[in-house]
């Protein structure tokens, strides 16, 4: 068997709820682990590096990843995610409001 | 002295200024409380009130918090609630003032005290402070101040609960503030109460972390809530929270009987990451609370007990918020229909800019978005949805520019495209948009020492 069918494609909206928020030109979002078992899985596989990859072309910043453990969760810095952010920015999303969601669209390649 | 309260019950009343004008009066009708909690200030919100100030002096704090003590004045009054709200903007005492005619009004001279807190407006002071050498580097962008002073409209330093903590210690029902932290707020009514010191720092970072919790009204309690969103009860008449605090730092979120919404640990946990920085590092005038520590539990239906928060050594910097001048945006819509709605707005929009270069305008920014099919998920909607079946797309298109002309210009160009552009387009009821004035956020650290809370406290 190859190591792909060994594999499969989880939805993180399947493991994880998430809220987000600005700061400036940064939008913050804390990813929760739906259950905690679910928490080791998150920071094994969602890491900053995933995340930026992720929103690649929407964020011109690097991304930073915090540790909660105590409420199984990670929050996310995604540096200049807003246009500018607050009153500066065009978008419709200026305060990063829905960057929550957009992340749970990530999907992880996890064992069977 | 009094005894202590053996608990104290904290209820939020709004989440920022145009929050729902019924939470405060249910709050205080709905069951027992000691105090209503009102944050009405965001970051800009400073500069829309220093300009309605620079119009009128009397001017320049949360209007709608004079109607609302109206309503609320001869409950509070007969149920010995206090208030803390940073209603205040850049003008405490014209806010306050304004609160004692109605309380008058309302024939409850001699029933009320009203304490005010000032001090944190910076912006008559900002010259002598970068003359000392305090250059109030943009944290973001490390830029001196000096670059954009001309441009400066306000310019406030974040006060933290201590300042609210002495107007209640003076007798004050109602405290209104100016630049007090949202957290501050809430921190002050248990500091005062339960008589915290100073330097106890875990317990300030505890009623710091039930200050975050409840500061945005609803959204801890069931509002904006994305845990089994669909099931959470009546939203319709959601319950604001309300922090029910122990003197040992422990509390529990709760709401009223009764009401909507739901009060669960997801719930909790998403307001508690929401504008998170660094967790071990939530920095406050009053402490750094440190959320990695915060242990939550379900202890009955719509009720969270939040124990063992550590907190560290206040910082000897106040964060100061500024807000300065710095151009001009404009944001047009149109909606186009199916068949082809997407490819029908992505003609137009290459139309329209194609436009604006032949017009020779110059932006900083130009920003289409196509509500429907990527406004909020970009290039990850994109890539997903059934863009050639779409039955409607509104296209979106923003321009910013430091020039108001170029601004204006593009405002004229949208509705032209409803005629002499692609077909099966509607939606330009609303008409031409308007050039808006951008004032944006500059945040800076300032010495402590720097900034003198004021605390006055008058009878009605």
Known sequence: MKKADRRRRVPLLEL??????????????????????????????????????HFKGMISGPVERYELPNLHALNFLLHGALDGGGTISLKTDAQGKVFSTALLRLELELPK | MKPRPATVRIAAGQGFWGDWLEAPYRQVTGGPVDYLMMDYLAEVTMSILQKQKSRDPSLGYAKDFIPLMERILPIVAQRRIKITANAGGVNPRGCAQAVAEIARRLRLKGKLRIGVVTGDDLLGRLDGLLARGHELRNLDTDRRLSDVRDRVVSANAYLGAWPVVEALGRGADVVVTGRVTD???????????FGWRPDAWDLLAAGTVAGHTIECGAQCSGGNCLVDWERIPDLAHVGYPIVDAAPDGTFEITKH????????????????????????????????????????EQKGKDRVRVSGVKGRPATDKLKV????????????????????????AQAADR?????????GLKFESVLTEFVGADATHGPLARANAPLDHLPEVQLRIGVRSPDRAAVERFTREIAPLILNGPPSVTGFAAGRPKPEEIVAYWPALLDKGMVEPCVEVVDV
């Not at chain 2, 957290?183 to 109460?193: D, E, K, N, Q, S």
């Not at chain 2, 919404?261 to 440190?290: H, W």
């Not at chain 2, 139309?351 to 017009?359: G, N």
Request: aromatic residues 10%; positive net charge; proline residues 6%.
């Open chain 1, 16 to 53: 994880a709820h998430a809220r987000s928020g600005d700061k400036g030109d940064t939008a913050n979002v804390g990813l929760i682990a739906l259950k905690p078992e679910y928490y080791p899985i998150l920071v094994k596989h969602v890491t900053a590096a995933r995340v930026a990859r």
């Open chain 2, 183 to 193: 957290t501050g707020l809430t921190l002050a009514p248990m500091i005062h109460a």
């Open chain 2, 257 to 296: 009987p009764g009401t909507g919404g739901r009060i669960s640990v997801a719930g909790v946990k998403e307001q508690l990451v929401y504008e998170m920085g660094n967790p071990a590092e939530y920095i406050t005038p009053d402490c750094i609370a440190d959320f990695t520590t915060i242990r939550l």
């Open chain 2, 321 to 344: 918020s500024i807000g300065y001048f710095y151009g001009y945006k404009a944001v047009g819509t149109l909606v186009y229909a199916w068949p082809d709605a997407y490819k029908k």
């Open chain 2, 351 to 359: 139309i329209l800019r194609q436009r604006l270069v032949d017009l």
